[in-house]
């Protein structure tokens, strides 16, 4: 076995072990080779259980001009992870990563892991919105921020569970990609922002924050950007009010993540109510919930 094949057999191994969906799985297998037509052929020569590399191999298959796109995106090399020199370029990098992405494809742009399908995509939506109302965040009475809509495909949904939610973005394609997918949702509303502070709320004027996937981009721009956003949310949170947070940073061990939320919560004099969560099934993201008291 050459080192790319028992490179892709180690990420494989996870999918078997049932460590991984099967889409979390394709995504990373994408992501290493960059080559569609290379994983199809290599995957029937792996080692493992044949019923489930058929499987893999055919969602592969099924959802193959997604996965080119996503190799395209990667490599016009536009995603980073090294920290930025300044929260200027941190903030402006994002901006041409997502311009760039969701004029591409938009399932993808904010989801690698739904691979440009959009029923994919609608499913890990879902879950994520079953474990806010499992979390008891949603409720008729309350208005929300999003911080980074992307394209809006949680503040559709949640619309109708809330009494208001605006989303915030400092890509203008992914505003106006939300803009068209939200025309129907009347208490939901848009603001392109410079992603530096949340200025353009009062104290106190909300019940329940948000970010999924957006920490780890505000992590790679600068400590005091992400320590600025924490003291945000604690003035625009009305007592009692919740921020719930999916991700905070990549490439670093859990255990750091959660010393460092929890760190930043204590800071900002944020109640932890949910720790180093991983609720989800379809996606590997990982939970906090931190409440105003």
Known sequence: MDHRTASIQRIVDRYLRAEATVSMIVMELVQQTEDTSALARILPTLTGDPAKLRALAQHLADNEPG????????????????????????????????????AQSEESSVAL?????????SAATDEVIGVMDDWGVLKPDRDAIELGCGIGRLMA???????????????????????????????ASLLLTDGKDLSSWGAASV??????????????????????????VRR????GGDFVLFNYAYGRSREENNSEVLGLAQQAQLQVIRADASPFQIWNGVGWQLRKA
């Open 67 to 102: 996965c080119s796109t996503i190799v395209s995106m990667i490599r016009q090399r536009l995603d980073f992870s090294e920290p930025a020199s300044d929260t200027e370029e941190g903030i402006e990098r994002c901006r041409r990563l997502f311009n760039a992405s969701v």
């Open 113 to 121: 892991y739904s691979l440009g399908n959009p029923v994919l995509l």
């Open 157 to 187: 949904p949640l619309s109708w569970r809330l009494r208001s939610v605006t989303g915030t973005d400092v890509s203008p394609g992914m505003i106006a990609a939300a803009t068209r997918r939200l025309a129907a949702c009347s208490n």
């Open 207 to 232: 019940d329940l924050v948000y970010s999924v996937d957006t920490f780890p981009y505000l992590v790679l721009s600068g400590r005091a950007l992400v320590e600025r956003h924490f003291e945000e």
């Open 236 to 239: 625009v949170l009305r007592p």
